[in-house]
């Protein structure tokens, strides 16, 4: 007899498991309200294979991870000798390898530099050159360290003071006594390359001399703005057709003026006569008479501006300028060495919270090898450094700052995911330069912003 079945409302809905398998209730109905159903043995096998691979990929997964990112870190060690990295994760975690030990750090310390800067000056700050004429029509010229004064600001500078009434100038006397370093730049080889250029209290372009020597050997101006001067003639003498541009102070010195200062002196009187303003041919050292009227002040970019350059063409002159100028603006005229080297301590330890023993730095430029700093300690110059990372320039399509001296071979700059910044740092005191293959290996590790998350910043 065929007895109709009761549809009885449950707590669980009847479902199926698969096509053309029974339809399973739920256990907690009474068994006696309706035929239970033998569970097909594939629905048992099915289940039991679901929860195997569930387990597996809770269990297995992250070990798999794991052992990817020590397969990554053993890729990277590959190519480290004597050297290190790091790199913050999204997650906040710092990964890397000898992220503790101190390395020369080449360029890359120019960072720190910039950030005391933006932090001790300011980003709004201004270099500021003042030109005073005394009763005797002599032209005083007092620097305090602008490191971007070239040949066509020398140019705008004269013609404003034409437009004031100058026109006669007897001598040109230079004041530097914003500076008194102790030394040379910790580093510098003092050779003609303009790298290695010493830095003043007055200089013009970057205390750099363009020459170019002719095919005949007679001696022009390595560039149109920059007429040609007499330490131009003098110096290219020994040199072989070409253009150069040469750090003028690793030349003798010709006379009682050193050759930065000479370079001013003969720049701004060039100029002068060019703007019909009569000069004689005196350059003297001296500072500026208390009854000197100011008739002219000169302002820099601004340190945010002047910082962009610095780091787009690792411009140590530059670098060092903003290294003396913190010390400077910290503890009072005139500039040293000793001061700028406690005003960044100071920073270092107030503001970016670093013990003494983490940064050794004798100066900004990343000449010098007694410079030291861990990867780890680059991570928070980094972290700090963030809000100001759009002044970096691009290398390898990422935002990054590079060092290099023979044997120092770094990198320190921003990975991104997605459209977060990745802090990144490889330090390599070693003789091969495997710097390119430990980043590509560091960025596998995350994944670059889209095309809409890049329109969306």
């Not at 294979?49 to 052992?67: A, D, E, K, S, Y």
């Not at 310390?109 to 000056?121: D, G, R, S, Y």
């Not at 032209?139 to 004031?164: C, R």
């Not at 350059?309 to 009072?332: P, T």
Request: hydrophobic share 40%; proline share 7%.
């Amino acid at each position: 007899m065929n007895i109709r079945k009761k549809r009885l409302p449950g707590p669980w809905p009847i479902f199926r498991r698969s096509k053309n398998l029974p339809i399973i209730r739920s256990p907690f109905l009474p068994a006696r309200q309706y035929k239970v159903t033998v569970i097909h043995p594939a629905v048992i096998l099915r289940s039991l294979l679901g929860l195997f691979l569930l387990i597996l990929q809770l269990v297995c997964v992250p070990r798999m991870q794991v052992h990817a990112a020590e397969s990554t870190d053993t890729s990277i060690r590959h190519y480290i000798q004597n050297g290190g990295y790091a790199v913050k994760t999204t997650q906040g975690r710092i990964e890397g390898y000898n992220s503790d030990t101190l390395f020369i750090p080449a360029s890359t310390i120019k960072l720190v530099t910039c950030l005391a800067a933006l932090k001790i000056l300011g980003p709004d700050y201004q270099f500021i050159t003042h030109f005073h004429i005394d009763q005797n029509e002599n032209l005083y010229i007092k620097g305090e360290g602008d490191p971007t004064i070239t040949s066509e600001d020398v140019a705008a500078i004269v013609k404003n003071l034409f437009d004031q009434g100058l026109r006669q100038v007897n001598a040109l006397i230079l004041d530097g006594s914003a500076f008194a370093l102790e030394s040379m730049v910790d580093g510098s080889e003092n050779s003609a390359r303009p790298y290695d250029a010493e830095i003043t209290p007055l200089a013009v372009n970057f205390n750099a001399l363009p020459i170019r020597v002719r095919a005949d050997y007679t001696i022009d101006s390595g560039e149109e703005q920059t007429p040609v001067l007499p330490i131009m003639l003098e110096i290219g003498k020994s040199m072989a057709p070409g253009r150069y541009r040469v750090n003028v102070g690793a030349y003798p010195v010709q006379g009682e003026l050193p050759n930065e200062a000479r370079y001013v002196g003969e720049l701004f009187l060039s100029l002068l006569r060019q703007q019909d303003i009569q000069t004689g041919n005196t350059v003297l050292l001296g500072t500026v008479p208390k009854n000197a009227p100011l008739v002219f002040i000169h302002k820099s970019d601004t340190v945010r501006s002047i910082i962009r350059d610095c780091l787009e063409f690792s411009n140590n002159f530059i670098a060092n300028e903003l290294f003396v100028a913190c010390g400077r603006i910290r503890f009072g005229k005139p500039a040293t060495w000793e001061k700028a080297r406690k005003a960044l301590a100071e920073f270092t330890n107030r503001t970016l919270h670093l013990p003494p023993e983490a940064i050794t730095m004798v100066e900004g430029s990343g000449l010098s090898r007694k410079n030291l700093i861990s990867p780890r300690t680059m991570i928070a110059v980094l972290e700090a450094f963030a809000p100001f990372s759009d002044l970096l320039p691009a290398k390898h399509d990422y935002l990054m700052k590079s060092g290099t001296l023979k044997g120092v071979y770094c990198y320190s700059g921003y990975l991104e995911d997605h459209d977060r910044p990745a802090p990144f740092t490889i330090m390599l005191n070693q003789e091969t330069n495997s710097r390119d293959q430990i980043l590509r290996f560091l960025a596998a590790q995350f994944i670059p912003p889209t095309s809409a998350e890049r329109r969306n910043r």
